[in-house]
């Protein structure tokens, strides 16, 4: 056996009748595959409405490598327009002792869902000079990421009409009106 860059070679010679130069290398059946993700596991991009409704995140199986690997993930926000507008550059990190891999996933906080008005609307109409004038209540709107909100109208007065109007709008600045017109007639 002649050592050779840390590689062994084995002559064979069988009966005159050929010669065979086998060259093996210790370390090749011990060699570890690069650590890598397993695919399937891998956290993909995605698009949510609320902020509530990010995905916690989801550590994907690794292969390979020459020991265990510690996985981890870090989130950083990118761009941040409102509380509901923005994106997360989430990072996922694998590292053993010889190497280290990452995946990046995008995911997307996007609200843009105007509030949604709740029960009856006050309808427009005609009322008499002399009959009570109808007054503007609070309405309620649901909104697909705060909840209900409450709003009261503002009041437009003229001899011969009133103009109620009803904006409601969430943090990220989607809006909702409702107007409700009193014709007064004489």
């Avoid at 050779?4 to 060699?31: A, S, V, W």
């Avoid at 490598?65 to 990190?93: F, L």
């Avoid at 006050?122 to 004038?133: A, C, N, R, T, V």
Wanted: charged content about 20%; some cysteine.
């Amino acid at each position: 056996m002649n050592a050779i860059l840390g590689l062994q070679r084995i002559m064979l010679i069988m009966k005159n009748r050929y010669e065979q130069l086998i060259t093996i290398d210790p370390q090749k059946g011990n060699t570890p595959q690069p650590l890598s993700f397993v695919a399937h596991t891998l956290p993909q991009a995605v698009i949510v409405d609320c902020r509530g409704k990010v995905p916690s995140a989801q550590l994907p199986l690794t292969s390979g490598g020459c020991s265990t690997p510690q996985v981890t993930y870090q989130d950083r926000i990118k761009v941040q327009h409102a509380p509901n507008d923005y994106e997360i550059e989430r990072t996922y990190k694998a590292q053993d002792n010889c190497g280290e891999v990452t995946h990046l996933q995008l995911i997307t906080v996007k609200d843009d869902k105007a509030p949604v008005w709740v029960g009856q609307l006050p309808q427009s109409k005609e009322i008499l000079q002399g009959d009570p004038i109808p007054q503007g209540a609070p309405l309620t709107a649901q909104d697909n990421c705060e909840g209900v909100l409450t709003v009261t109208p503002t009041k437009e007065e003229t001899s011969d009409r009133i103009t109620y109007q009803w904006v409601v709008s969430d943090s990220n600045g989607n809006k909702a009106t409702h107007t409700q017109v009193i014709t007064i007639k004489a």
